[in-house]
C-alpha cells in the first residue's frame, strides 16, 4: 500500500487559522449585538444650578448628572416669562420670598383680592421705594411651588420697573415629603389645619434653602413673607452691616413662641449630649435658661454659610430626619432660634430697630383665643424704627392702621403703643421686663443699633 506524504504540520496550521477567523467573526457579532443596547457614556458634567433644572438635583445634591432638559416645558409660556427676565446674576446677596398665586391658601382659605397678589405687590412696593431702588446690589426671588405658580401675565406685572426681580419653581427635591411620610397622614399629625404644603414652607426655610441658594452663589440672604411690609426707608446697606460687624443672623422682633412640638426638647437635648462639643457650656446654658425665646423670622438675615457648616447643618440634618417639620408642625421659627443660640455668640447675632416693619396675621376664625375675634390681629403687628417717626407722625401713622379694623374695632387684640401697634405677642417679648430680658440685654450690650453708626460708611456695596 502505497503512503501519503506527511503533511500534518500544515493541516494543523490550516485548522488554526479557520478557527482564529470563526472566533473573530463570532466575536465581531456578539460585541455589536451587546453594544447596540448600550448609550455610549457622557462625560460628566459638572452639576447644574437648581433653577436650571427647576430643583430636580439627585438627592445627595452633589454629583448630579441631570442635563439641562426643558423640552417639555419650552414652549409653555408660563416658562418663556420666566427664562426671560435673566436668571444669573453676579450678585451675592438675595431677598427671597415664598408666595402663592392662587385664590385659595392651602393653609389660610380664599385670599382676598383674588389672588392675594396685592399683598405681594404691596410688599415689593414698599421694598424698592425704602431700600432695593438705593442699594440695588442683591437680587430678589419669588420662589413658588408648582400648584401654585403665577402665569406669564403675573410676572411680567410684577417684574415692571423690577429689574432684579426674579422668578423660581420649587419641586423635587424641593417641595416633597420626606421619605417614609405620605400626605394622607396629615390627619393625625399635630395641627392638622396646617396644610402639607405649609410644613414644606417650613422645611423649605429652616433646611433647604441654604444648599439650594449655596448653589446659586449667594453668601447672604434676607427674608420677606408675601405679606410683610417696610414702612420706612432704610439709609444704609443692610447685607454689608452684616459683613462688616461679623453678624452671622439678624431679626427684627423677639417673641416668645411656645409651640415647638412634642419631642422637640427631647431631639435637641439628646443632639447636645451626642455632640458635647458642637458648642460652650455658656451658650447651652444660656439657651436652656429659656429655650423659647426666639426670633420671629418672616423677616431675618442669615451668614448663609453658617447654616450650611457644621455644627449647625449637623443639628438641622438631625431634625430633617427626625421629621418633627411635619408630624409635630415644628416651625422654622423654632429651628432658626434654637440654631442661632446655640452656635452663635450674642455679638454674632443683631437685633435691629432702625427701621419700622409690619408682620401682621389676622384671626380667620369666629375667635381665636380670648378677645382675639374675627379678622383681628392674631400675630405678629408693626415695630416703630427708632429714630424714624416724630410722635405725632407715629400717631397719624396709628390712625391709618386703626382704620382697617373699623369694622369690629379689635378691643383687647389691637395693642395701640408708642412703638408697636399689633397683637400682644411680639409687644410682650420686646418690652425689656418680659421674660425675654436677659438675652434681649446680652444682644443690646453686645451690639450697638446700626443707627447710630455712620451709615454712610454701608451706603455702598
Not at 207 to 212: K, S
Not at 350 to 378: A, I, N
Not at 410 to 434: F, Q, T, V
Amino acid at each position: 500500500m502505497r503512503r501519503m506524504p506527511c503533511s500534518l504540520p500544515k493541516i494543523l496550521l490550516l485548522l488554526m487559522l479557520i478557527v482564529g477567523v470563526s472566533q473573530i467573526v463570532l466575536f465581531n457579532s456578539y460585541f455589536a449585538t451587546s453594544t447596540s443596547h448600550v448609550p455610549m457614556q457622557q462625560p460628566q458634567q459638572k452639576p447644574p444650578r437648581p433653577h436650571d433644572v427647576y430643583a430636580k438635583e439627585a438627592d445627595d445634591g452633589n454629583n448630579n448628572n441631570n442635563n439641562n432638559n426643558n423640552n417639555s416645558s419650552s414652549n409653555n409660556q408660563t416658562q418663556s416669562a420666566h427664562n426671560s427676565i435673566g436668571l444669573l446674576s453676579n450678585h451675592t446677596d438675595v431677598i427671597v420670598y415664598l408666595a402663592q398665586f392662587s385664590k385659595y391658601h392651602s393653609s389660610y382659605g380664599f385670599q382676598q383680592n383674588a389672588t392675594g397678589l396685592s399683598k405681594l405687590n404691596k410688599s415689593l412696593d414698599l421694598l424698592y421705594t425704602n431700600y432695593v431702588n438705593h442699594f440695588p446690589f442683591c437680587d430678589v426671588i419669588v420662589f413658588y411651588d408648582s400648584d401654585h405658580g403665577p402665569d406669564a401675565e403675573t410676572i411680567a406685572d410684577l417684574s415692571r420697573d423690577r429689574p432684579q426681580l426674579k422668578f423660581h419653581e420649587l419641586n423635587g427635591t424641593w417641595w416633597e415629603l420626606p421619605y417614609g411620610l405620605k400626605a394622607i397622614q396629615r390627619f393625625v399629625w399635630n395641627r392638622p389645619a396646617f396644610s402639607v404644603g405649609y410644613r414644606h414652607m417650613i422645611r423649605w426655610f429652616a433646611v433647604l434653602m441654604w444648599r439650594y441658594l449655596t448653589m446659586e452663589g449667594y453668601t447672604h440672604v434676607m427674608r420677606m413673607d408675601d405679606d410683610s411690609y417696610l414702612h420706612s426707608r432704610v439709609k444704609y446697606n443692610l447685607f454689608e452691616y452684616m459683613r462688616e460687624n461679623n453678624k452671622r443672623y439678624a431679626f427684627r422682633q423677639p417673641v416668645v413662641e411656645d409651640g415647638v412640638g412634642t419631642g422637640y426638647d427631647e431631639l435637641i437635648d439628646g443632639f447636645l449630649e451626642e455632640y458635647p462639643d458642637a458648642t460652650s457650656p455658656e451658650l447651652i446654658d444660656l439657651y436652656k435658661q429659656d429655650r423659647r425665646v426666639s426670633f420671629y423670622n418672616n423677616w431675618f438675615m442669615a451668614d448663609i454659610s453658617f447654616f450650611m457648616s457644621p455644627p449647625a447643618s449637623v443639628l438641622l440634618n438631625t431634625i430633617d430626619m427626625s421629621k418633627l417639620i411635619y408630624t409635630q408642625r415644628t416651625g422654622d421659627l423654632v429651628i432658626h432660634s434654637t440654631v442661632a443660640r446655640l452656635f452663635l455668640r450674642p455679638k454674632e447675632i443683631h437685633w435691629f430697630r432702625d427701621f419700622t416693619y409690619e408682620h401682621m396675621t389676622l384671626c380667620r376664625k369666629e375667635k381665636c383665643g380670648p378677645f382675639v375675634w374675627k379678622g383681628c390681629p392674631q400675630n405678629g403687628g408693626i415695630s416703630r424704627g427708632s429714630g424714624v417717626y416724630t410722635d405725632e407722625e407715629w400717631s397719624e401713622f396709628a390712625k391709618t392702621v386703626k382704620s382697617r379694623f373699623k369694622e369690629n374695632q379689635c378691643p383687647g387684640s389691637l395693642i395701640m403703643g408708642y412703638d408697636y401697634i399689633g397683637a400682644e405677642d411680639i409687644r410682650y417679648c420686646s418690652k425689656i421686663h418680659s421674660r425675654c430680658r436677659f438675652y434681649l440685654e446680652l444682644l443690646m450690650t453686645a451690639n450697638t443699633t446700626a443707627v447710630h453708626h455712620d451709615s454712610s460708611v454701608y451706603n455702598k456695596r
